[in-house]
């Protein structure tokens, strides 16, 4: 695995703060922590050598702790930069080896980490994890792979449907983490993957904002485990995802891994009506098929953005600058089966974007499945 071609310290995200609605960066690369924190409770595991060895590569401060501190800055901004440049190894806790439901993606979430070291503006791990937002990857493997194990033949999402039910009960390893974008520094999704590939009743799913798949094309997958790109009209991924590779890299990663025979999607999120969306949509879907070649096994999952009161508040502390939309006068408050509130768009927009990007689906990738819109 060459990280050279990647690292550029004027640029990388680990090694500088994003500037809000600055241009994104356009050269896909490796993210480089300053700082690898091995936890007591991983120390030795294949997985914390591995951060530990690729971390010094990349220039990171290696620490061990039996715990993890030094996150907490000045004020919300420092803490911010800190926790966001901070790779943790550890292990996964009791309540993340109790699967539970993720619908509609799939039967159950498996968590090979949680956080992210990207810099979307949108972020919708702000509304869903606490504390400042550290990247803490798991090193336990073996009990999170038993944990799959345990819960096969137990799933009522995707497994429940007629049109899913060929790819076994599924796991989605994207919930709370980017999973290929710390896969240098830990190597736990190639592990899932070939273990996957020996299982014909269970699948593996993830979405990347990343394109490193080299490493993953020639593994044993079988076909169990779905790559899905997570893209979006190239106005928002410029404007909105710091610390990301590009649209059209993100494409060719998916490109290949279709042309290695893995099963592929694309995860179109958040969908926003962005001056010209028609146009920048249809670029989009025109750009992904002809980076895909003919007769990928291809599904698509439709996204739109919304917000909560509470990630809005998290989001605009970290983003000061943002031009991100997050306004209440113009959305639709709903809420969620646990009272929790949120602002979507109204009704007839909903309804107008589903049906252009449907009908965009239907012109430029007429073989593919619309999982869901949401």
């Not at 893995?262 to 009506?273: D, E, K, R, S």
């Amino acid at each position: 695995m060459d990280l050279s071609p990647h690292l550029d310290p004027r640029t990388d995200p680990g090694r500088a703060d994003p500037q809000p609605d600055a241009p994104v960066n356009r050269r896909a690369r490796f993210w480089r922590p300053r700082r690898v924190v091995i936890l007591k409770a991983a120390a030795g595991s294949p997985v914390a050598e591995r951060a530990a060895r690729v971390g010094a590569e990349l220039g990171a401060e290696v620490v061990h702790a039996a715990r993890l501190t030094g996150l907490k800055g000045g004020d919300e901004r420092q803490t911010y930069r800190s926790a966001k440049s901070t790779l943790a190894i550890t292990t996964a806790p009791p309540s993340s080896l109790r699967l539970q439901p993720i619908p509609p993606s799939a039967d159950f979430r498996l968590d090979l980490a949680t956080g992210c070291p990207a810099h979307c503006q949108y972020c919708y791990l702000a509304g869903s994890l606490t504390g400042p937002p550290v990247t803490r990857a798991f090193s336990n493997l073996n009990a999170i792979w038993q944990a799959a194990l345990d819960h096969r033949g137990q799933g009522t999402i995707t497994s429940a449907t007629d049109a899913r039910a060929d790819e076994g009960t599924t796991f989605e390893a994207s919930c709370y983490t980017d999973p290929l974008a710390i896969e240098h520094l830990t190597g736990g999704l190639a592990t899932l993957i070939e273990r996957f590939g020996t299982q014909g009743d269970m699948g593996l799913r993830f979405t990347t904002k990343y394109d490193h798949v080299d490493d993953l094309l020639d593994l044993p997958h079988n076909g169990r485990t779905r790559m899905r790109a997570s893209v979006n009209a190239d106005i928002v991924a410029r404007r909105w995802e710091g610390g990301t590779a590009p649209v059209a890299a993100r494409l060719s990663a998916l490109g290949r891994m279709a042309a290695a025979g893995y099963p592929v999607g694309l995860t179109v999120a958040p969908i926003m009506p962005v001056e010209d969306w028609e146009e920048a949509y249809a670029a989009l879907f025109a750009q992904a098929a002809a980076a895909l070649p003919d007769g990928a096994d291809l599904t698509v999952e439709l996204i739109t953005h919304r917000f909560t009161p509470g990630s809005k508040e998290i989001l605009t502390g970290w983003y000061p600058a943002t031009t991100l939309e997050m306004d209440e006068a113009v959305r639709v408050r709903k809420f969620g089966k646990f009272g929790n509130v949120k602002y979507v768009y109204p009704a007839a927009l909903m309804r107008d974007m589903r049906t252009t990007l449907e009908g965009l689906i239907d012109a430029h990738l007429s073989g593919a499945r619309v999982l869901y819109w949401t």
